[in-house]
């Protein structure tokens, strides 16, 4: 008497939701905000491998079946039927339409490059399991065989995903940054602390100068912006009026600016209260932007979290961000004001009203490594700013769109 086999299409259909929870919850999906079908790649081979061995001993051969039977540990021979390639084919075939459709739904967007990445990913853990499935050995050597097959594939997946994640470094001119945020020289206890501790560059610093070539800078009159570069100001302390006229007519003459400038701090403190080694509690470059025709509003009170903001198609995470009340018809506004892109004279200016833009907690993934696992665009989306002829990242995140996109 044979065993009744148990309809493809649930096995399926199991399968799928199997993948779908694991991404969601497990692999980042549910925690980053995101519907990248890529996360599922690391666990198809925990899916695809043991659904495999249970189906290749579960239905008892069939007379004109195309698949040999294959002698499981009890000597009698079965059949594969999750196991078989058309099987797999349907499975994955389910779970790519599955994966668009959260996509659109979530994201309102069709991420064919993981699509494909994810197919291709399938079909091969599907013919690495079918081997697996087939292979004429006992139960312990197949069982060692397949947590070893699940264990590489999840850790080459991962190191895959971060490879095709990261963005290249940029070549080109050098970015002229200056900034009164503690990213260089940011160990305590005075100069002997410093020196035997080393520069200690802060995470943010580390990531930008990976991006591309950068002049971290403390005076603009002897450090004028490299021609061709880009000009960044991250939160700099009190400019002389000198700096200010240097700014302006940079910008003007051509040349490209990214521009911190906070209403309101929240970047730790480091030091007592009063000390300047401490970041600027709010921007002092009012004189500045008032020359551009732009208000930067108040902090807002009250605001406990991190605020979600796409802008341009990159997700930035900013916290307690002032809005620019007032700016020229030239200016096009982005994140409810927060921040905006102004044509002056013949250059243009970024100008973000969140200095904690760049604090490390707010956009660094963990591990550090896992460039896939990021929950914002921040650094890839400033790194574009700085060097717009940089080269792309082979996949983007498919960020779910926000409840509230910033005030838009």
């Known amino acids: 008497m044979t065993a009744r086999r148990r309809p493809a299409v649930l096995d399926a259909a199991v399968a799928v939701s199997a993948l779908l929870a ?35 001993h579960r239905v008892p051969a069939k007379a004109g079946t195309h698949h040999p039977p294959v002698p499981n540990s009890t000597g009698r021979r079965w059949a594969p039927t999750f196991a078989g390639e058309h099987g797999f084919f349907h499975t994955m075939i389910l779970l790519l339409l599955a994966q668009a459709i959260l996509a659109l739904m979530l994201a309102g967007q069709m991420p ?31 069982g060692i065989a397949a947590l070893l097959l699940i264990g590489a594939w999840f850790g080459g997946s991962h190191l895959l995903l971060a490879t095709l994640y990261r963005t290249p470094p940029a070549a080109g ?8 945020l503690p990213l260089r020289w940011s160990a305590d206890g005075g100069m002997a602390a410093m020196i035997a501790e080393g520069a200690n560059d802060d995470p943010a610093l580390r990531r930008i100068e990976a991006a591309g070539p950068v002049r971290l800078i403390d005076s603009l009159i002897d450090h004028p912006p490299a021609p061709g570069g880009t000009l960044f100001l991250a939160h700099p302390r009190a400019l002389a009026p000198r700096e200010l006229v240097a ?18 701090s929240g970047w730790p403190a480091r030091h007592p209260l009063g000390d300047p080694r401490n970041p600027p509690v709010t921007s002092l470059l009012t004189p500045l932007l008032d020359h ?21 198609g ?5 916290f307690s961000a ?4 007032r700016f020229p018809a030239a200016c096009r506004a982005h994140a409810g004001g ?33 460039a896939h696992l990021r929950r914002a665009d921040t650094m890839e989306w400033l790194a574009a700013r700085l060097w717009p002829a940089a080269p792309r990242a082979i996949l983007r995140p498919i960020w779910i769109r926000a409840i509230e996109q910033a005030g838009e």
């Open 22 to 56: 694991l991404a969601w919850f497990t692999g980042g999906q549910a925690a980053l905000g995101r519907i990248d079908p890529a996360l599922a790649l690391p666990w198809l081979a925990l899916v695809w491998v043991p659904l495999a061995l249970v189906q290749n």
């Open 338 to 370: 927060r921040i905006v892109h102004c044509r002056i004279g013949g250059g243009e200016a970024w100008l973000i009203g969140d200095a904690d833009l760049l604090f490390a907690p707010l956009w660094q993934p963990a591990p550090g490594w896992a």
């Open 112 to 142: 064919w490059a993981q699509l494909a990445l994810v197919g291709v990913g399938a079909a091969l853990a599907a013919w690495l399991a079918t081997r697996l499935a087939r292979w004429r050995a006992g139960r312990a050597m197949r």
């Open 292 to 312: 551009w025709g732009v208000t930067l509003g108040a902090a807002p009170t009250g605001e406990g979290r991190p605020l979600a903001a796409d802008v341009e």
């Open 247 to 264: 700014v302006d007519a940079f910008v003007r003459g051509g040349g490209r600016a990214v521009i911190l400038a906070d209403a309101l």
């Open 314 to 318: 990159a997700r930035l995470r900013l």
């Open 173 to 180: 001119a050098p970015v002229t940054m200056l900034t009164g």
């Open 322 to 325: 002032g809005r620019f009340e």
